[in-house]
């Protein structure tokens, strides 16, 4: 039997070197999955695997250390940009970066994540949005839609009880120490283009010095939302790009 060579000019896919062989647990349809490998490319093509660390959060991606083979810590629920400065104020050298949910990121850790932006640390952030609180249940999230049903909003969320959902992504491009705040998704080839060119220049930031970068992935919710993989990715277009537009807010 003949073994066939692949020219690397004509390779469309692969998996990722960085990614491990542990199978993953997200739910059919996750974004989770397609941003660990957009991570997982960039450090390999930027040659920054033994330069990085990564904190991971508490919410459904508190396993990315089993999947992708580079130096991790582990945080505290909402506590990533703390641990975070802490990470690179020790090793300056070090292309530091969180990956968090919005409920880690943008409620528990909304103090942690404004002022490790207002002091403008050196590090990434990866920011999942997915508008509801998927590993606990799917409560409501700070980032939840108006009218948008959840376990703990079953009429849909209310202005008067619950407020409005937080831009949060917005919010920390106002401060200064803020050097990147660009929004994206992962539901086409060319949105994945899009997400991987900013999480790579999110990670060259952390090298320049520049101060924080955030990088949000509007992100779909299957189980938590109700729906099937294709049907939360039309949802999403549909309901979550209107109040959460893709594109730069700040890039400097």
């Not at 508190?62 to 909402?78: C, K, M, N, R, T």
């Not at 700070?142 to 009880?161: A, F, Q, V, Y």
């Amino acid at each position: 039997m003949s073994t066939s060579i692949i020219d690397p000019k004509n390779l469309v896919y692969a998996k990722p070197v960085l990614m491990n062989e542990t199978q993953m647990h997200y739910c059919p349809g996750c974004s989770h999955g397609v941003v660990h490998k957009l991570v997982a490319e960039v450090i390999d093509e930027m040659g920054l695997k033994e330069i990085t660390i990564g904190i991971a959060p508490v919410g459904c991606a508190v396993f990315a250390y089993d999947y992708l083979d580079i130096d991790w810590q582990e945080a505290a629920h909402g506590r990533a940009p703390a641990l975070a400065t802490a990470v690179k104020r020790l090793n300056p050298d070090k292309m530091v970066f969180t990956y968090q949910g919005d409920g880690d990121l943008a409620a528990i850790g909304t103090a942690e994540t404004i002022h490790a932006a207002n002091r403008g640390e050196n590090i990434a952030i990866i920011f999942i949005n997915n508008g509801i609180y998927g590993m606990t249940g799917g409560q409501m999230a700070p980032t939840t839609l108006m009218n948008m049903k959840t376990s703990t909003t079953p009429n849909g969320r209310d202005t008067h009880e619950n407020g409005y959902p937080l831009k949060i992504t917005d919010l920390l491009a106002q401060l200064p120490g803020v050097c990147l705040a660009t929004r994206h998704s992962v539901h086409t080839a060319g949105a994945v283009k899009k997400a991987k060119r900013m999480i790579a220049k999110a990670f060259q930031n952390s090298l320049d010095g520049k101060g924080t970068s955030i990088v949000e992935i509007v992100s779909t919710c299957s189980a938590g939302w109700k729906m099937s993989p294709a049907g939360a990715n039309d949802w999403m277009v549909e309901n979550m790009f209107p109040v959460y537009p893709m594109g730069d807010i700040k890039n400097i």
